[in-house]
């Protein structure tokens, strides 16, 4: 039990939640509540907010100074909506986007091709995948000069073993704009393979992203 009371402005709102729940309450009285408090000053300042944004979707998109220029918020609770918006904004992504399954070479390359293939510098993400093949997190380990010597295999596995993956996918991109891989490509992609196979958790595909297309080293014979 909490030995610091609540506000008193808060307390209604509190009641009213344990008994109808939080679906019961008010767009105004929500917004109120993000921005920490929720008495009837402060209901009326969530209201007028809304109404100045043109509704609750377009407060949900408005940019944080936009929202810091509004009475009442301020740079500090303007930063807290922002970020309250943006993790709905990612719920709803994840409940309804399919999962990312890959059975083939294509479902890493062509999804990251558009994201990596720009990048000025390189970078090393690792896919982590269940026993299904489903991709549960994608980590970047490396960004920078991936230079043959700095690609370390405990670095690459090191997420894999903490979160027990049953497998990986390793992704890296070229911005010279060719994805052919370079003696130090394959040469990693042995050692990564190696380690795997010791480690119990396969390395199912090492892809190179480029301006020019990707390229799967599976494919290539080198996995």
Not at 102 to 109: L, Q
Not at 132 to 142: E, H, M, Q
């Amino acid at each position: 039990m909490s030995l610091i009371a609540p506000p008193v402005d808060m307390r209604p709102v509190q009641r009213r939640i344990g008994l109808a729940g939080i679906e019961e309450l008010g767009d105004a009285q929500l917004l109120a509540i993000l921005l920490g408090t929720a008495g009837a000053e402060a209901i009326g300042r969530a209201r007028s907010a809304i109404d100045a944004a043109g509704g609750l979707p377009a407060l949900a998109r408005s940019e944080p100074q936009r929202l810091a220029g509004m009475a009442g918020i301020g740079a500090l609770r303007a930063a807290r909506l922002a970020a309250a918006f943006e993790i709905g904004r990612r719920a709803v992504a994840c409940r309804s986007a399919p999962p990312w399954r890959v059975r083939t070479p294509a479902d890493v390359g062509e999804r990251l091709v558009s994201a990596m293939q720009h990048l000025e510098r390189e970078e090393l993400r690792v896919l982590l995948l269940n026993t299904k093949n489903v991709v549960t997190s994608a980590v970047t380990v490396y960004a920078g000069n991936l230079a043959g010597s700095s690609v370390r295999v405990g670095e690459v596995y090191r997420d894999a073993v903490r979160r027990l993956a049953a497998g990986i996918v390793v992704v890296h991109n070229h911005p010279s704009g060719d994805p052919s891989p370079s003696a130090d490509d394959l040469r990693i992609t042995r050692e990564l393979a190696d380690a795997g196979r010791l480690l119990d958790i396969d390395l199912l595909d090492h892809v190179i992203v480029a301006a020019e297309g990707w390229v799967s080293l599976r494919a290539l014979g080198a996995v």
